[in-house]
């Protein structure tokens, strides 16, 4: 009796956790527990990732417009950022577009049935609206010039010019300069005649100086101005001439530096190696085959071999083992070098087809690209294994489209220069985010603030 009384007990005891288990409702199996996960604030409540770790910061910066006499153009294509501080921001425009609001939906019925304009929100690419007109294929200013006061392309436009410049664009305010809040505090104006399609812009963090880089694709050179961009420095490269020796870059786009000064050029649009300078621009090594699905033909297949280049279109130093990490565009990888040029590695992107934008180490332990294809800012570790993404196509704030420049501060708060959306966005770090899913703050050696 004791046994049968006993065996009662335990068997209630066991229904009533079994019931208490399924009103807290057990995690099926694979199935993972709430407040873990994927996540870069674990347990948000709703959460999509669509910012990442990061809270957008609406209304940042101020509009051009917003500068008196400029109250009809807003900002061109954005091509790059750096954060010098918190409090100071470089921002990089391929000029002015005209200040408009979206037109309203309209049926196109003289092209097609169930046409309609805007799609989904987007109606200006302003990489394709800025100058240069088309895109990032001009090489020299006849042709850019004529896209712009010449006939139209043949796309059935009769009457005047397809595009006027003053009108349908502005080649003015190419580099701006901002606050913590986003209000414009130097606009250097003076050097927008030296411009063409300026790429990058940077300050070395072992610069003393603090001296201002530019890169401009276009004119074929980097610019080193001074800090107060009263004065211009240096022009590395020969202007308006393409070449790949140690006076001629073929469309340059990024830089990276090491701790002793030497900087890495990735060369470039056109061009297919990696350029190494001394501190003051002395031309040292260069290494790059021309390769790939454009090196041979369209239908060739993309390039395999360690080495070979189509499109160089990104640069990343590992501080720590000096490894030089490129973006080989085109082929749709990335290759790692030691500094003087020895191949040690590479990973294929696993979209298709991929189109990454640009590289970012920083201080940290991992590296960051933004994918053009899927709009996603991606995180992958040094070889190449996916760590974290985040992003969503839009022209929304907080939104992604065409991200083609990154900066972070002191603060961890992160920039994004978009070609497509014509603007730069400034995002603050979440409370609570896990810090192995942001940007990692750059290297400061030289000077902190």
Known sequence: MRKLALMIVILAIGVGIGFEVSNRRAPVEGQAKPGAGFAAVPGTLGSEDLTGPYDVVKGWPKDISTLPGNEKWTYGAGESVFAETPNRIYMLFRGELPKMAPPKAALLPQLGPSISFPVAGFWRDATVASLPGTGGTDNNMAEWMTAWEGKAPDIGIKGPPYRKLGVDANWENCLVVVDGNGNIIETWKQWDKLFR??????????????????????MQVIYRFTHDGKQLLQTIGTPEKEGADATHF??????????????????????????????????????????????????????????????????????????????????HRIQVFDENGKYLREWKIDASPSS???????????????????????????????????????????????????SVDQDGNLYVAEVDAGRVQKFSPKPGANPAFMLAKPVYSAWKD
């Open 356 to 406: 990454l934008h640009l590289l970012y180490i920083g201080s940290g332990n991992s590296i960051w690209t933004f994918d053009r294809t899927t709009n996603k800012m991606v995180e992958w570790d040094l070889q190449g294994h996916l760590l974290y993404s985040w992003g969503s196509m839009g022209a929304f704030p907080g939104g992604l489209w065409g991200v083609h420049g990154v």
């Open 197 to 218: 399609r300026p790429h990058s812009v940077y300050i070395s963090p072992y610069d003393p100086d603090k001296n201002v880089w530019v890169v401009d694709d276009n």
């Open 250 to 331: 073929n469309r340059p786009t990024y830089l990276d530096w090491l701790p002793d000064g030497t900087f890495f050029v990735s060369d470039g649009y056109t061009g297919t190696r990696v350029a190494k300078f001394d501190k003051n621009g002395k031309f040292l090594m260069d290494w790059g085959i021309k390769g790939g699905p454009r090196g041979g033909g369209d239908n060739e297949p993309v390039e395999t071999r360690p080495g070979y280049f189509s499109n160089v279109h990104g640069i990343a130093i590992d501080q720590k083992t000096r490894q030089v990490f490129v973006n080989d565009r085109n082929n």
